[in-house]
């Protein structure tokens, strides 16, 4: 079992910056990969961005290309979503994931995770 717990979230103008992190606890020798979602009230959870531990590749949403940044630290086995020029449709509860079986690709689908953390709700005022 792994257990993940997201801190970070808060309220913040837009323009503005905010910086997620994903503590991993448990087997987190058997994650592959790690990544964000999120859930906006009335809408489905989507893929916002993931990486793969073996070889640091990264896949992110066209919605936050450019704008949002996943990193990790695995002495650490945490997980971090550096969220920059945040916009009022950002305001979403984030969730991270993490897959605990191998796959050569960096999955944006929510089915191909095994284990999710409570969420932390971030809010972008206009």
């Known amino acids: 079992q792994v257990q993940l717990v997201e801190s970070g979230g808060g309220l913040v103008q837009a323009g503005g910056s905010l910086r997620l992190s994903c503590a991993a606890s448990?087997?987190?020798?058997?994650?592959?990969?790690m990544g964000w979602f999120r859930q906006a009230p009335g809408k489905e959870r989507e893929f916002v961005c993931a990486?793969?531990?073996?070889?640091?590749?990264?896949d992110y949403a066209a919605s936050v290309k450019g704008r949002f940044t996943i990193s990790g630290d695995n002495a650490k086995n945490t997980v971090y979503l550096q969220m920059n020029s945040l916009k009022p449709d950002d305001t979403a509860v984030y969730y991270c994931?993490?897959?605990?079986?191998?796959?050569?690709?960096?999955?944006?689908?929510?089915?191909?995770?095994?284990?999710w953390g409570q969420g932390t709700q971030v809010t972008v005022s206009s």
């Open positions: 990486i793969r531990w073996s070889s640091d590749s990264t």
């Open positions: 994931a993490a897959r605990s079986t191998y796959i050569w690709t960096v999955p944006n689908d929510s089915g191909k995770y095994d284990y």
């Open positions: 448990g087997r987190t020798f058997s994650t592959y990969v």
